[in-house]
């Protein structure tokens, strides 16, 4: 069983920046992506980011490129999110999610989720 740990979320002005940081641990696994997704208050869950453990590519949505930066540290099995110009309709729970299984093509394990609040 995977455990996946976020800290970083809080409170920001708009324009201003934060950056998650999400830990994998429990037992032995391989990791093959990590993402970040999030789910504002009565909206459905969104993709935000993602990596590929081994490719090393990334992927983002456009409401987010060019402002956040997803990353990773293999040796931590911990990925990032560099949250920068935030914005007002950043505001989320923002989760991290684990695949370890490549066969299935969703992801395996969520986290705990984030609170991030940008006021205007």
């Known amino acids: 069983q995977v455990q996946l740990v976020e800290s970083g979320g809080g409170l920001v002005q708009a324009g201003g920046s934060l950056k998650l940081s999400c830990a994998a641990s429990?037992?032995?696994?391989?990791?093959?992506?990590m993402g970040w997704f999030r789910q504002a208050p009565g909206k459905a869950r969104e993709f935000v980011a993602a990596?590929?453990?081994?490719?090393?590519?990334?992927d983002y949505a456009d409401s987010v490129k060019g402002r956040f930066r997803i990353s990773k540290d293999n040796a931590k099995n911990t990925v990032y999110l560099q949250m920068n110009s935030l914005k007002p309709e950043d505001t989320a729970v923002y989760y991290c999610?684990?695949?370890?299984?490549?066969?299935?093509?969703?992801?395996?394990?969520w986290g705990q989720g984030t609170q991030v609040t940008v006021s205007s």
């Open positions: 990596i590929n453990w081994i490719e090393r590519t990334t």
């Open positions: 429990g037992g032995t696994f391989t990791l093959f992506a």
């Open positions: 999610a684990a695949k370890v299984d490549i066969t299935r093509s969703d992801y395996d394990y």
